[in-house]
């Protein structure tokens, strides 16, 4: 069945980078839109980063726009997510979700793998 599986995170200074990967199983992987999404303490989800099935369509949420580059490696079958000058605010659980297939727009449905913990302090 379907399996995602966070990796990457850890703790890091203000204005440091870290990069996120996610690696997908029991699934077309390269047939489907995937995004990031991610969870504050004491938050609701956020979404964060979209991308298509071929990379040619990338979508970020204004407040990590210009700091996160999303990409994937269809041959990897892993999703990845750059998270550069990072924040305190950007202190959160990511998840890479998989999108239904077709749909580029996120839904807070789609399935999610069990995250990694981002933590921005320092």
């Known amino acids: 069945g379907l399996h995602l599986v966070e990796s990457g995170g850890g703790l890091v200074q203000p204005g440091g980078s870290l990069r996120l990967s996610c690696a997908a199983e029991g699934f077309a992987f390269s047939n489907y839109a995937m995004s990031w999404v991610r969870q504050a303490p004491g938050k609701g989800l956020e979404w964060v980063s979209t991308i298509n099935k071929n990379s040619e369509i990338t979508r970020y949420a204004d407040s990590v726009k210009g700091r996160f580059t999303i990409s994937r490696d269809n041959a990897k079958n892993t999703l990845y997510l750059q998270l550069n000058s990072l924040r305190t605010e950007d202190t959160a659980m990511y998840f890479c979700?998989?999108?239904?297939?077709?749909?580029?727009?996120?839904?807070?449905?789609?399935?999610r793998g069990q995250g990694t913990q981002v933590t921005v302090s320092s």
């Open positions: 979700a998989k999108h239904r297939l077709g749909r580029v727009s996120y839904d807070s449905e789609y399935p």
